[in-house]
């Protein structure tokens, strides 16, 4: 059975930092795009970042790019993603999820989702 589950979210002050951990099993990890998305209230679900199991390759969404890192433990079986510099507009659920798919997949190319985690940015 396949299950991602999510943890790290939280409240933070604006300029602060969060780490979101997504620990994957019931799928051979490295075989996969695994990447985070966020829901704002009232917005459609983007992308923020993935990254290739295999190769270790990462894309970003252009308003994470020199904020957000994204990095994975194959051994783990667990994606990480690191925010820093984080902005009231980053407020939303993230949520993890993984494909077998290409590293610039956005949404649609994700086949297994977690439940999400809040993360709240205060001015």
């Known amino acids: 059975q396949v299950q991602l589950v999510e943890t790290g979210g939280g409240l933070v002050q604006a300029g602060g930092s969060l780490r979101l951990s997504c620990a994957a099993s019931?799928?051979?990890?490295?075989?996969?795009?695994m990447g985070w998305f966020r829901q704002a209230p009232g917005k459609e679900r983007e992308k923020v970042a993935t990254?290739?199991?295999?190769?270790?390759?990462?894309h970003y969404a252009d308003s994470v790019k020199g904020r957000f890192t994204i990095s994975v433990d194959n051994a783990k079986n667990t994606v990480y993603l690191q925010m820093n510099k984080l902005k009231p507009e980053d407020t939303a659920v993230y949520s993890c999820?993984?494909?077998?798919?290409?590293?610039?997949?956005?949404?649609?190319?994700?086949?297994?989702w977690g439940k999400g985690t809040l993360v709240t940015v205060s001015s």
């Open positions: 019931g799928f051979t990890f490295s075989r996969y795009v």
């Open positions: 990254i290739s199991g295999s190769d270790g390759r990462t």
């Open positions: 999820a993984g494909g077998i798919t290409v590293v610039t997949a956005g949404v649609y190319g994700m086949d297994y």
